[in-house]
């Protein structure tokens, strides 16, 4: 189960925080991340945290985007900076319990919207 927040409408040049919580009956670290996709265009991976803790940014957003872990198990951050037009989308939470590197899993919670437009 996945609870994400933290969306809404920001400016150009303006900054949003994401949250996700994954829970579920797998223990153990997940690797997670950030998942988005804009009207007609497909789901892409924007960025990644592994169950070591690396981490993984799409090109488009390196720089002003950072993943984080919480203090909660398996929950996640994403710091977006300087966010552009073309950042507005439905991203979504991915926790994957049976990768060790880039979530995958097919569950997928319900989305937070993310807009920005002046």
């Known amino acids: 189960r996945l609870v994400e927040s933290g969306g809404g409408w920001v400016q150009p040049g303006g900054s949003l925080t994401l949250s996700c919580v994954a829970s579920?009956?797998?223990?153990?670290?997940?690797?997670m991340g950030w998942y988005r996709q804009a009207p007609g265009k497909e789901r892409e991976l924007v960025a990644a945290?592994?169950?070591?803790?690396?981490?993984h940014y799409v090109d488009s957003v390196k720089g002003r985007f950072a993943i984080s872990r919480g203090e909660a198990e398996n929950s996640v951050y994403l710091r977006m900076n300087n966010l552009k037009p073309e950042d507005a989308a439905v991203y979504y939470c991915?926790?994957?319990?049976?990768?060790?590197?880039?979530?995958?899993?097919?569950?997928w919670g319900q989305g937070t919207q993310v807009t920005v437009s002046s």
């Open positions: 991915n926790a994957d319990p049976w990768s060790d590197y880039l979530p995958v899993n097919e569950d």
């Open positions: 945290i592994t169950k070591y803790n690396d981490t």
């Open positions: 579920g009956d797998i223990s153990g670290v997940y690797a």
